[in-house]
């Protein structure tokens, strides 16, 4: 009986230094490691087109930059594309926009794909009942929020926005 005592205490002290333990101390240190990770690098920027609407925009993109994509948010620790669209309108053109993509498809005039210029909304169909929107920068480059990169820069042409491209309006004079 003694031994078979024996036995399970060491079987019980054992199994208190197994890996799963290890596992649930490594966590902290990766929290550690995010904390005192370098800041995030702006890249480049080169506009083509300097006129004053550009450097607005591509000033407001620096601000933003890789901001994350969160559903209502509405400053740098998240924000979603209406909300965007929003604060950029306000900071760099002093223009009030609603708040939701839905009210803001209905501002300015509508305009063709082809006919976009710096400032205009764009507006996408993502799924059923889904929008997104973003802001033409020059030629067919826009800003938004992406889900994956946060605030970020796209081509029009890229195939998943080509094929799910809705509207343009403009707004601005």
């Known amino acids: 009986m003694i031994r078979l005592t024996l036995i399970i205490s060491l079987i019980l002290i054992f199994n208190g230094c197994s890996t799963k333990?290890?596992?649930q101390h490594s966590k902290p240190q990766?929290?550690?490691q995010n904390i005192t990770s370098?800041?995030?690098a702006i890249p480049s920027y080169k506009p083509k087109n300097k006129n004053w609407i550009t450097t607005a925009l591509y000033n407001e993109y620096k601000k933003w930059y890789k901001?994350?994509?969160k559903l209502g948010g509405i400053n740098t620790n998240g924000l979603d594309c209406s909300s965007l669209i929003q604060i950029v309108y306000r900071d760099a053109f002093s223009i009030s926009l609603p708040r939701t993509t839905k009210d803001q498809v209905k501002q300015g005039y509508l305009i063709s794909r082809n006919s976009t210029?710096?400032?205009d909304l764009v507006f996408f169909k993502t799924g059923f009942n889904k929008r997104h929107a973003g802001i033409i920068i020059e030629e067919d480059k826009f800003m938004?929020?992406?889900k994956k990169y946060g605030v970020s820069i796209s081509s029009m042409s890229n195939p998943y926005w080509k094929s799910r491209y809705w509207q343009s309006r403009r707004?601005?004079?």
Do not use: A, D, M
Request: hydrophobic share 20%; aromatic share 0%; charged share 35%.
């Open 21 to 23: 333990h290890l596992r």
């Open 30 to 32: 990766e929290e550690i």
């Open 67 to 69: 901001t994350p994509h």
């Open 144 to 146: 938004h929020t992406s």
């Open 171 to 173: 707004v601005l004079p």
């Open 117 to 119: 210029k710096e400032g």
């Open 38 to 40: 370098k800041p995030k």
